[in-house]
């Protein structure tokens, strides 16, 4: 691979950059909500920081070994049968899917943006009916702004690695850190703030389902960009000396206080002003914009702020689904980063505009399949059984096919010998039973 590699603070911030996205801002919180607060927060924290610090070392280890696409690295690593393993290196179309659908949500945040400097609603119902005239039937203004973040993502993809991602990433990051640290302080001096943090942090055993536990597992993959060849892509360009072992625990530490610093934001604000934690997409844009209303001046500023940071937060998640395929398309069929850029943005592009129509009413029948929309049924599919199942790939092609001499060289020296014992029995028995246990939950072929 010629292209140019990561500085290693770079590889940080674009890793994290990645990491921390919609899945930390919106997801997090309003899953927490419908799980029961604090014990779902409990049990979420011990799967990220377990399970994620071990597969995000599984990964980053690929990357280092291997220093190609996804798909190569695969085929190259594989003790045996390099050519059927090579096929699991194609879950790197998966991020590039998600992607899709990804965009017209920041497309939303970019619009809410928008109002936020003109005029907030004044209440939740007038919330509500902003939200789903947007989403059913202002398909112009949904177009205009998926357009402009694939506008966005391309021009960064096309500059590469060093120029385009670790650029961006070391401007929007630190910039997300101070937007999300001033919005923290003002939440702090808020009272309903021991309120959020009770909720957060008050474990209540009975509401604690197994249904909660497989559901962690699940949002830590996806919190963490695992399972999709990214990690994976991004380790590829990581600086020769880095530390693989203590750049997954910054990683994983980094975006599980996105999380819960999100989470104590929002529920904050909510609980002030006496609103409920709402499901899905109304947590962030129905039930935030009616309460920020109601801090007055404060509020709009509150609200600019806000959507500017999970603005940040999903370009930066954006640019990272991007990179494999396109690493993949140079690589192996040596094309130009420019045409490589150029066929999956549109790729995103139009799929992402079929998802946009199948919200909207006057097309949502056509493209209804049984219950859900494609939208719901594209992040369904990926988000909640191909990111699990990439995740499996991953772990049984480290446990089982890579070569246990070469991995226990680079581990030994960065963990001492019991841990890679432990990080072993982990990766080939634990993982993938857990990960197993989320598919036949989420597809209901048998729920926890
Ligand atoms: N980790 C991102 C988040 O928490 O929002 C989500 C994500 C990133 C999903 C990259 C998929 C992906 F390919
Ligand atoms: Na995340």
């Known amino acids: 691979m010629k292209t140019a590699r990561f500085s290693r603070i770079g590889f940080i911030l674009a890793a994290v950059g990645s990491a921390v996205g919609l899945g930390n801002i919106w997801k997090f919180p309003y899953v927490t909500g419908e799980y029961g607060g604090g014990a779902f927060v409990l049990v979420y924290l011990i799967t990220a920081l377990f399970i994620g610090i071990f597969v995000l070392i599984a990964e980053l280890l690929i990357g280092k070994m291997g220093q190609s696409d996804a798909v190569s690295m695969f085929e190259n690593l594989a003790t045996k049968h390099g050519k059927i393993w090579k096929l699991a290196g194609f879950i790197v179309v998966l991020p590039l899917i998600i992607l899709s659908y990804y965009s017209v949500v920041i497309g939303w945040i970019f619009h ?21 005239t947007l989403l059913t039937a202002d398909y112009q203004t949904q177009l205009f702004y998926h357009t402009v973040v694939f506008v966005i993502v391309t021009a960064i993809i096309l500059k590469g690695i060093k120029d385009g991602i670790e650029k961006i990433n070391k401007i929007l990051m630190p910039l997300l850190g101070v937007i999300l640290g001033i919005l923290f302080i003002y939440s702090i001096n808020i009272d309903s703030f021991s309120n959020a943090v009770h909720f957060m942090f008050d474990p209540d055993f009975s509401k604690l389902s197994s249904t909660a536990i497989v559901v962690a597992i699940g949002q830590a993959f996806y919190t963490l960009s695992l399972g999709m060849g990214i990690i994976i892509t991004y380790a590829a360009s990581l600086p020769k000396q880095s530390n693989i072992v203590k750049s997954s625990m910054i990683i994983a530490v980094i975006d599980t206080v996105v999380a819960i610093v999100a989470g104590l934001i929002i529920f904050t604000l909510l609980f002030d002003k006496g609103a409920e934690s709402t499901k899905g997409a109304g947590l962030v844009f129905i039930s935030l914009p009616s309460v920020f209303y109601e801090f007055g001046n404060a509020g709009q500023f509150l609200s600019i702020l806000f959507f500017v940071a999970i603005a940040f937060a999903g370009l930066t998640s954006a640019i990272s689904m991007m990179e494999p395929t396109v690493l993949y398309l140079i690589e192996r069929f040596k094309m130009t980063r420019t045409k490589a850029a150029m066929i999956c943005s549109l790729f995103f592009y139009l799929l992402g ?37 990439g995740g499996i790939l991953v772990v049984v092609f480290v446990g089982y096919f890579m070569d246990k001499e070469k991995i226990n060289e680079e581990l030994i020296p960065l963990m001492g010998k019991t841990f890679v014992k432990i990080w072993f029995f982990m990766v080939r028995y634990i993982i993938p039973v857990a990960l197993v246990a989320v598919i036949l939950n989420e597809t209901g072929i048998f729920k926890f």
């Not at 003109?118 to 939740?124: D, I, Y």
């Open 112 to 132: 809410y943006i928008v109002i936020s400097f003109n005029n907030l609603p004044t209440t939740v119902k007038e919330s509500t009916d902003n939200f789903l």
């Open 353 to 389: 505009i079929v998802t946009l129509f199948s919200n909207v009413n006057e097309y949502s029948e056509m493209l209804k399949v049984g219950e859900k929309s494609f939208f719901d049924w594209v992040d369904f599919v990926c988000s909640t059984i191909l990111v699990p199942f």
